[in-house]
């Protein structure tokens, strides 16, 4: 019986220090949750479109989980979930003269496109909300939205856009030296 109790109350303290751990979500935690990789190229890109770097990473954390080989059912690839004819138009609006499908494998190639696009997507929409949910849902559902009030009407977009930004905002925490933001 004294086993039994004993386990019970090991049981209830490892669950009660798990609920703990994941309502504050300490550095240490967050860090194993939500990885950062390629934190030279995220910084980088992030300071040449203006853009905050713990949103970037957000960004890509929801896209891919940071893997640079990720593909969606819809097409998209790589570590911002790029569609391929929106990277070819990104590539010719940068200067780009031989854009390939296979270039959007490479961190720094997709990460360069994608904050390109969401540096347009904030700077057409002047919401960074609105923004998130033209990288996820277009922009022609976007601007249907805006036209009848600038609400967002998918659920799963409004899901996306409240995951980012709460991913935002654990980057900011547990990575501010990584992705220079004490600077």
């Given at each position: ?16 220090g ?14 194993l ?50 569609l ?13 003269s ?58 799963e ?27």
């Open positions: 019986m004294r086993v039994v109790l004993a386990s019970l109350v090991l049981l209830a303290s490892l669950a009660v798990l609920v703990y751990v994941e309502q504050t979500n300490p550095s240490w935690y967050a860090r949750r939500y990885p950062l990789e390629y934190e030279h190229i995220v910084r980088g890109h992030a300071e040449n479109y203006d853009l905050d770097a713990a949103l970037l990473a957000a960004v890509i954390y929801r896209e891919s989980k940071f893997d640079a080989d990720a593909r969606s059912s819809q097409g998209a690839l790589g570590l911002m979930q790029l391929p004819d929106t990277a070819e138009g990104i590539a010719l609006n940068t200067g780009g031989r854009f390939r499908v296979a270039d959007l494998l490479d961190p720094e190639i997709n990460v360069r496109y994608g904050s390109f696009y969401l540096r347009r997507l904030l700077r057409k929409y002047g919401d960074e909300r609105l923004a998130l949910a033209a990288y996820n849902a277009g922009q022609t559902n976007v601007d249907e939205w805006v036209a009848a009030g600038g609400e967002i009407r998918f659920a977009t409004e899901q996306y856009v409240d995951d980012v930004l709460s991913a935002r905002e654990i980057y900011a925490r547990a990575y501010a030296d990584e992705l220079g933001l004490d600077d």
